[in-house]
């Protein structure tokens, strides 16, 4: 397989996981941003929507994985490491279901934290802006709710937090694969 099929991979593989969380909301109507986890979504025995939810995990993550491994690390090492890494948990959470008590809230927790160091690394390995931004958005998302500086569900930071990530990995994805993203619209990796 080409370097460029793999890149494009860390786009879809940032992708597919939203697009089956928003299939597994709409067949849960019980579900509450106020109220609930993501992973919620994911209970095996309490949620109809629990095959969609870990189905969609499961392959952004090995989509993510390969991407990871192929395109980023080869370019980036930490941010490769720490990007597979983080979607090796990713897969964990949809493997590990709620059912599983505290071995899913450990595999969460760690899924998270290595989110946050991913960026971390990536925003300093490749110098981007994006990736230092998306590092202090999800960090703040996290401290804010732990502070309870809003109401809501865990749902909420989890979505922050996840989704300011996706933004540099899809920025990558597609500047490695060779698509070109005006200058302006973002000025730095």
Known sequence: ??????????????????????AAIGCSPWFSWERNALSDL???????????YNFGLALGGALLLLYA??????????????????????QLVAVFDEVYGRLHTLVSTLFFVMLLAASLAYAV?????????????????????????????????ET???LSA??????????????AIPRDAVSNT
């Open 160 to 162: 922050i937090s996840v």
């Open 69 to 90: 491994l192929n395109s980023l690390l080869p370019r980036a090492r930490f941010s490769g490491l720490s990007v597979a890494m983080t979607v090796f948990l990713l």
């Open 125 to 157: 390995e490749r110098k981007s802006k994006l990736a230092l931004v998306s590092f202090l958005v999800g960090s703040l998302a996290w401290v804010l709710y732990w502070a309870r500086a809003y109401s809501a569900g865990v749902a909420v930071p």
């Open 166 to 179: 996706s933004a540099w990995i899809v920025k990558d994805s597609l500047t490695s694969a060779g698509y």
């Open 1 to 22: 397989m080409s370097s460029r099929v793999y890149s494009y991979m860390g786009a879809l593989g940032a992708l597919i996981p939203w697009l089956f969380i928003g």
């Open 42 to 52: 994911g209970h095996s025995l309490r949620s109809e929507a629990a095959p969609i």
